[in-house]
């Protein structure tokens, strides 16, 4: 490390005050990943776009060098993630449910800030809380033999709306290009003096407004067009991956479906979370407890809350999710 500190020095890296770079700023240097091609920003990483001076190999060699040979811990420590930290309310004072670190473990509790109550409630383990989580979780996994039937209804949704718009769309040109000629005649029919010019401005105006419609019919319906199936294709997938995740994804995982089924709806009491499910997940709960979603004709329902869905103005934004 200290012939780090001094080759960087003989080439011109040196501290603010000019003197040798201290061991923690060498070492930052050494775990940037900027140098591989990827950044750090916002504490996430990201793919850069500028040319690395460094292979990941060589990255990845450094690393284990340092690791064997550098102790971070002696500079800083570590950062103990607290995944479920803000994820929940306290039913008894209505504060947020925070997290601490004690000997080790991490242990979620009220904030107790609300001064007009006494809370009373009881730390709870992070593992316990884990386990909390996923049992929220469970009932809102959508069978994947569902999911994707519905992401096939929804790919065929998606065409004959493409198509059925597109017929439309060109219904509203053809009137367009009608009143083009309609207003191109009137124009032909003033300038060779057979039209009196009142009559052609009356004409003129009823005829451009007509097409002002026409026009804003059109693009109204190229643009609106079903809105909601890109949010409802999202939504089934995370639906999908919902069971998965409440079995075996990170407490990180976890508590980003958490936040998209229950929004700021869970509350902590007594070392038990519930909370009740926001649109589209709560149709999910319904459907499922509801017995015609397991009958034979067990395709129905699914068109059905789907409609429902659509007619709800859902706005959702999909959980990151891998591949
Ligand atoms: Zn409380």
């Not at 460094?54 to 690393?63: A, C, G, N, R, T």
């Amino acid at each position: 490390m200290d012939t780090l500190r001094e080759f960087l020095a003989a080439h011109g890296v040196r501290s603010k005050s000019g003197k040798l770079l201290g061991k923690e700023a060498v070492a930052q240097i050494l775990t940037n990943p900027i140098y591989y091609g990827h950044f750090k920003y916002a504490g996430e990483v990201h793919e850069g776009t500028h040319q690395p001076i460094i292979s990941k190999k060589l990255f990845d060699e450094v690393q284990a060098v340092l690791t064997r040979r550098f102790r971070w811990s002696k500079l800083k420590k570590p950062i103990v993630p607290k995944p479920f930290s803000g994820l929940l309310r306290c039913r008894e004072c209505n504060s947020a449910i925070t997290a601490e670190i004690q000997k080790g473990h991490t242990y979620y509790r009220c904030t107790k800030k609300n001064k007009a109550c006494r809370c009373t409630q009881p730390y709870i383990r992070e593992e316990a809380l884990d386990i909390e989580i996923s049992r929220l979780l469970s009932p809102f996994s959508l069978k994947s033999e569902w999911a994707d039937d519905m992401l096939v209804r929804l790919d065929g949704e998606r065409k004959l709306d493409a198509q059925a718009s597109n017929i439309v769309v060109a219904e509203k040109r053809a009137g367009i290009a009608q009143i083009n000629a309609r207003l191109q005649r009137l124009l032909d029919g003033f300038l060779d003096g057979v039209i009196e010019r009142e009559v052609y401005a009356a004409e003129k105006a009823k005829l451009m407004s007509e097409k002002k419609t026409l026009e804003e019919q059109s693009s109204a319906l190229s643009i609106g067009r079903k809105t909601w199936l890109e949010p409802m294709r999202n939504w089934i997938l995370d639906a999908k991956s919902a069971g998965e995740i409440a079995l075996t994804g990170s407490r990180n995982e976890k508590k980003v479906l958490a936040s998209k089924v229950f929004g700021s709806n869970l509350v902590l009491d007594g070392k038990k979370a519930s909370g009740s499910a926001i649109k589209p997940f709560a149709l999910l709960r319904e459907a499922a407890t509801n017995s015609e979603m397991v009958g034979v004709t067990g395709l129905e329902p699914v068109t059905s809350s789907m409609s429902r869905m659509r007619s709800s103005q859902l706005s959702y934004t999909p959980i990151g999710r891998k591949g």
